[in-house]
Nanobody
Framework: QLQASGGGVVQVGGSLRLSCAASPNSYAIAWFRQVPGKDREGISCIHGYGRRTYYANSVKGRFTISRDNAKDTVTLQMNSLKPEDTATYYC??????????????????????WGKGTQVTVSS
């Protein structure tokens, strides 16, 4: 089961922390985001053992993913937020311990489980 939380409204340059309650916690956990009319964008992923991570170029240097397997939680710390970060954010998981990345992208088709989204709005 996956459950995302922590969305809200923040001003440009602000920060938000999203959490994903993930059970079982041995799988890789990924974050995607989607705006109406566009495909889901894979933005970050952390391997099941938490040692390898992936970031999309659009968030690299601003977002940090981490996991606490003792608490079955994966956190996405989002800093220096921009209006273009406004989207519905989803946590997802493949049926493996590794993140599925092809080239520079993490396709949504690689995920087997999805949680409900949480809205993030960055206001200018």
């Amino acid at each position: 089961q996956l459950q995302a939380s922590g969305g809200g409204v923040v001003q440009v340059g602000g920060s938000l922390r999203l959490s994903c309650a993930a059970s079982p916690n041995s799988y890789a956990i990924a974050w995607f985001r989607q705006v109406p009319g566009k495909d889901r964008e894979g933005i970050s992923c952390i391997h099941g053992y938490g040692r390898r991570t992936y970031y999309a170029n659009s968030v690299k240097g601003r977002f940090t993913i981490s996991r606490d397997n003792a608490k079955d939680t994966v956190t996405l710390q989002m800093n220096s937020l921009k209006p273009e970060d406004t989207a519905t954010y989803y946590c997802a998981a493949p049926n493996t311990v590794a993140c599925t990345v092809i080239g520079d992208e993490m396709p949504a088709e690689g995920m087997d489980y999805w949680g409900k989204g949480t809205q993030v709005t960055v206001s200018s």
